[in-house]
């Protein structure tokens, strides 16, 4: 079984942008490439701040810009792939937001979710990933060390808060190759590892580091050893923003799962976990 678990409904790119659209042709493209990579199944998980129904939870201008499409229509167009026979997965990709974390899960209560990712993209109002030296960024205002443990704080508290299924993109905090000394990094991933297997949620192998300045997959090998170790359960993701990112370098990611020792795939339904067996 191979999955794709994380991925954004966009149209073609536009003047080299890539619109987001709820449509089933624009769905259909994202399924046609996954078919061609040897995907067995696609998840879609928009980011949850798109969303108006979301909307009391933003402060940022990035969110609230952003906050304007309506999450039913979202659904049922996932609903409908789904009636139709396609091997698809409604998701969303859950913000770390703190305090408001409660409340975000009761805004998304009700709807028919497959699987709930959920991602560290700001601490506090700062970016871990806005640009290494953006005005808006953590980068600017805290040292390396600092900001490891800042961003490994926040994906503890997500991972415990019952608000997801699997952690994202896990160590995105590495986007800039930004890294305090070795061992350092080791005893947060250690650390990070333990809080994970605490809270019972998967952790995803993403291959979309591999095109961000860090050039590497999202977990580091040592960091997806020590989950592995704990028997935490893994996914497969692009991240995909495009269609024809799907399954992008996955030859490399299950190369790395090889060498981890992980053989199987975790795969979601309602929100319900199994194991099928990690074909590659």
């Given at each position: 079984m191979i999955v794709d678990y994380h991925m954004h409904l966009r149209g073609p790119l536009v003047d080299g942008s890539e619109p987001l659209v709820h449509?089933?042709?624009a769905l259909q493209r994202f399924v046609e490439r996954a078919q061609e990579r040897g995907v067995d199944e696609i998840a879609f998980t928009e980011h949850v701040y798109y969303f108006v129904q979301t909307r009391?939870?933003?402060?940022?201008?990035?969110?609230?810009?952003?906050c304007v499409f309506d999450l039913d229509a979202y659904?049922?167009?996932?609903?409908?792939?789904?009636?139709?026979?396609?091997?698809?997965?409604?998701?969303l990709e859950v913000e770390h937001v703190g305090d408001r974390q409660g409340r975000l899960s009761e805004l998304l209560a009700g709807y028919p979710w497959d699987i709930l990712l959920g991602s560290v993209h700001w601490l506090g109002d700062r970016a871990v990933d806005a640009g290494e030296h953006a005005a808006d960024g953590i980068w600017s205002v805290l040292p390396v060390e600092d900001v490891w443990r800042a961003y490994f704080d926040a994906l503890?508290?997500?991972?415990?808060?019952?608000?997801?299924d699997v952690l994202a993109h896990p160590d995105l905090v590495k986007i800039y190759d930004r890294r305090p000394a070795r061992g350092v990094v080791e005893r947060l991933y250690e650390q990070a590892?333990?809080?994970?297997?605490?809270?019972?949620?998967?952790?995803?192998?993403?291959?979309?580091?591999?095109?961000k300045p860090v050039g590497e997959l999202y977990p580091d090998p040592y960091f997806l050893a020590e989950c592995a170790r704990r028997e935490v359960?893994?996914?497969?993701?692009?991240?995909?923003h495009q269609s024809e990112l799907v399954g992008e370098d996955y030859d490399r990611a299950l190369k790395l799962l090889d060498t981890v020792g992980v053989v199987d795939v975790a795969v979601f339904s309602g929100r319900e976990r199994r194991l099928e067996p990690l074909a590659g």
């Open positions: 449509r089933l042709d009391e939870i933003w402060t940022r201008p990035y969110q609230l810009d952003r659904c049922e167009v996932i609903a409908e792939a789904k009636d139709r026979g396609l091997p698809v997965k409604l998701g503890a508290e997500l991972a415990g808060s019952g608000a997801l590892a333990a809080a994970i297997e605490a809270a019972g949620v998967a952790v995803e192998v993403s291959t979309a580091g591999l095109r359960p893994v996914t497969l993701a692009s991240d995909a």
